[in-house]
Structures are given as C-alpha cells and as structure tokens.
C-alpha cells in the first residue's frame, strides 16, 4: 500500500487528514485537535490547509451563500442583553 504522509512527527498519512475532513474537521486546528498533525514542527500546515481547500466546509459553503453558520443563535436576544 502506498502512503503519502502528511506530517511525519506523527505518521498522519493524506488519507487520514481526509477521513476527519469528511467527518466535519474543517480548520487545520481541528485536524490536529483530532490526529495532532500540525501541532509538532508545523510544517504540514500548508499541506493541510491545501488538503482541507475552500469547499471541505460545509459551514463555509453556507457561509459564501450569505447564510447563518451559527446553529440556534438568536440574533434578538444577544441585541437585548
């Protein structure tokens, strides 16, 4: 099997920067939150910053759309408090 590493401080392979992507990691914070890629040298960053592009983001499609990304966020009540 051939892998292509992402970050080699901690063997995270591209596969698996795409399995948390497609299970709702969306900044490369997140990414490293759940593999800790990123959170050694940090020169996978850009990498995983490439791998996670503009649309691995649902929040972020919402987002360019003009939509609310905040699920339950009532805009009338932080105004009053």
Known sequence: ???????NCFGVTEAQVKKHAADGACTPRQIASACKAGTDCGSCVRRIQALLGRGACP??????????????F???SQQAA
């Open 1 to 7: 099997m051939n892998r292509v590493y992402v970050c």
């Open 59 to 72: 929040r972020r499609e919402l987002a360019d759309q003009g939509e609310p990304v905040l699920s339950g």
């Open 74 to 76: 009532d805009e009338t």
